[in-house]
């Protein structure tokens, strides 16, 4: 393109004017759109049509079926943080399952619309039939919350193996078995949820803890492997660590201890413990949880879009992982042994 001024010489052949080139800066920025030529559209006939129709009842039906709330399975929900869960889920509109050993207990739940079904997690007939029945009506359990837990433990020397074997029963390979018969479901959806009730034991070991801070040690390993296992078929996996809960839990536990010797080797020291557990679970101490905490933040779990891998309940679970890696092992033996005196050897 060039540009023309009153000097430059006409030709009469071309009937125009030889121009100089045009510098850049002459050039005026006009915008031209290209004429757009309406294309034809073909008319759809009756079988384009029903294509088109069962898309749109498709999509519909996907859609609803994603938004509908997913069956939720807890188990352990005869008291304390199972039934207090169960009831959070149920409130909150999720069709909740709730489970124990013996459904007797489980009336105040059934009233509330919680379904109740029989489920002991040491009982591989039990675990099928349970798992069964709520994918008999759901299709599948979208929602699985590992609650169930068995407590107790005393100094590793006087420890029954068999309390051991009992504990890890429950707290782990009942819990291990639970989360493999509800999976194959969750992958055929590409959803779903597990929930895990770990604890505060499973970040600082208290003395005289074990076996039960052995099993929520191991659930912290299981939940790291098996949130990383099953994230490509969008099946997501939270821990809870809840600190002290004021429950109905720690009276249980105290029914599976060892029976201690009074001339025993670690008498004194236990009675000790159990000073500190009282004062720690005391009305009105501080920081000591309650049911409903717990299942609060289970509920934030479940429903969060992306749900955290760990959620620590309460100022115990926060602090004491904290204090024990600044103190280190030293330190923190030397301050344990301050809060739980060990008297010297006879």
Same mark, same amino acid.
């Given at each position: 393109m060039s540009v023309c001024s009153p000097t430059d010489r006409y030709d009469d052949r071309r009937a125009t004017f030889l121009c100089r080139p045009a510098a850049r800066a002459d050039l005026p920025r006009v915008r031209t759109r290209r004429a757009s030529t309406p294309r034809p559209r073909a008319a759809l006939d009756g079988a384009q049509l029903e294509v088109i129709a069962i898309h749109i009842v498709n999509d519909y039906h996907i859609a609803r079926r994603r938004l509908a709330p997913e069956a939720v399975l807890v188990t352990g929900c005869s008291s304390g943080i199972g039934r207090a869960t169960a009831l959070a889920l149920a409130r909150a509109g999720f069709p909740v399952w709730a489970s124990a050993r013996h459904t007797a207990h489980l009336c105040e739940l059934k009233q509330a619309g919680c379904r109740v079904v029989e489920l002991d997690v040491t009982d591989e007939q039990s675990r099928v039939a349970a798992v069964r029945e709520v994918e008999a009506e759901h299709g599948l359990v979208g929602v699985l919350v590992n609650n169930a837990g068995h407590?107790?433990? /005393?100094?590793?020397?006087?420890?029954?193996?068999?309390?051991? #074997?009992?504990? $890890?029963?429950?707290?782990? $390979?009942?819990?291990? #078995? *639970?989360?493999?018969?509800?999976?194959? /479901? *969750?992958?055929?959806?590409?959803?779903? *949820?597990?929930?895990?009730? /770990?604890?505060?034991? /499973?970040?600082?070991?208290?003395p005289t803890g074990c076996p039960y801070a052995m099993t929520k040690y191991a659930l912290e390993s299981l939940c790291d492997a098996l949130r990383l296992e099953v994230a490509p078929f969008g099946i997501r996996v939270a821990l809870i660590e809840p600190g002290a809960v004021r429950t109905r839990f720690l009276a249980n536990s105290e029914r599976h201890k060892p029976e201690n010797d009074a001339d025993g080797p670690y008498a004194v020291y236990q009675a000790n413990v159990e000073k500190m557990i009282v004062r720690a679970h005391r009305d009105g101490a501080r920081g000591v949880l309650t049911a409903d905490d717990v299942a609060k933040v289970i509920l934030t779990a479940v429903t969060a879009r992306r749900p955290k891998a760990r959620y620590k309940v309460g100022p115990q679970a926060r602090l004491a992982p904290v204090a024990r890696h600044l103190l280190g092992d030293r330190g923190w033996d030397a301050f344990m042994r301050r809060v739980v005196p060990f008297p010297s050897p006879r």
């Open positions: 407590g107790g433990g /005393g100094p590793v020397e006087e420890v029954p193996m068999d309390l051991v #074997r009992e504990i $890890f029963d429950t707290n782990v $390979f009942g819990l291990i #078995r *639970m989360c493999q018969l509800v999976l194959p /479901g *969750m992958r055929a959806q590409r959803s779903g *949820m597990i929930v895990n009730l /770990g604890s505060a034991a /499973g970040l600082v070991t208290p």
